[in-house]
T-cell receptor, first 112, second 114 residues
Framework: KQEVTQIPAALSVPEGENLVLNCSFT??????LQWFRQDPGKGLTSLLL?????REQTSGRLNASLDKSSGRSTLYIAASQPGDSATYLC???????????FGKGTKLTVNP | NAGVTQTPKFRILKIGQSMTLQCTQD?????MYWYRQDPGMGLKLIYY???????DKGEVPNGYNVSRSTTEDFPLRLELAAPSQTSVYFC?????????????FGPGTRLTVL
């Protein structure tokens, strides 16, 4: 059974710091991995999608990497801002399945 | 485009009542999904649909039903509500699947069953 783990569960950093959020998964037979942002009381916003054949994706200050063989992904946020404060969720789409398996998320707080 | 819309935003039900959560997308996506999110937990798939007239169970389907009569709409029906169904429900859609399917989410419906 696929399990997705995100470490740490919560992270507090000063504004301007570069940071890394971690995601690990137990079964490497995935179609893709997706990073989402969730603001309190809101839905999920897709940040980056990495297909299984890709190693990384970049969007602005965000960079996500994927190492299928080790079952790991990282989300790198450069020059963090208070507006980056949110919960970041990682999800993998299992091969041959429509199901996304989610981690519990990392709650990020960027202090001014 | 409005994207994925859900109604209602909030609802309180009594045990044993029924209700339908509405979901509509205007992106002409074939794939639609219903998830629930319990406090401090990741999302879990309830049901999904790969096109009009086709639905299938996800990880936690018990106590729920769905239908997909049009491409745009994917309502979720709760029969005989139970306290265990207290959760936030998210609807999502994607253009395709099999690796290329970025999922777009609605704002959620917060349901409390008392």
């Amino acid at each position: 059974k696929q399990e997705v783990t995100q470490i740490p569960a919560a992270l507090s950093v000063p504004e301007g710091e570069n940071l890394v959020l971690n995601c690990s998964f137990t079964d490497s037979a995935i179609y893709n991995l997706q990073w989402f942002r969730q603001d309190p009381g809101k839905g999920l916003t897709s940040l980056l999608l990495i297909q299984s054949s890709q190693r990384e994706q970049t969007s602005g200050r965000l960079n996500a990497s994927l190492d299928k063989s080790s079952g790991r992904s990282t989300l790198y946020i450069a020059a963090s801002q208070p507006g980056d404060s949110a919960t970041y969720l990682c999800a993998v789409q299992e091969g041959g399945s429509e199901k996304l398996v989610f981690g519990k998320g990392t709650k990020l707080t960027v202090n001014p | 485009n409005a994207g994925v819309t859900q109604t209602p935003k909030f609802r309180i039900l009594k045990i044993g009542q029924s209700m339908t959560l509405q979901c509509t997308q205007d992106m002409n996506h074939n794939y639609m999904y219903w998830y629930r999110q319990d406090p401090g937990m990741g999302l879990k798939l309830i049901y999904y649909s790969v096109g009009a007239g086709i639905t299938d169970k996800g990880e936690v389907p018990n106590g729920y039903n769905v239908s997909r009569s049009t491409t745009e709409d994917f309502p979720l029906r709760l029969e005989l509500a139970a306290p265990s169904q207290t959760s936030v429900y998210f609807c999502a859609s994607s253009r395709t699947s099999g690796g290329a399917g970025e999922q777009f989410f609605g704002p959620g419906t917060r349901l409390t069953v008392l």
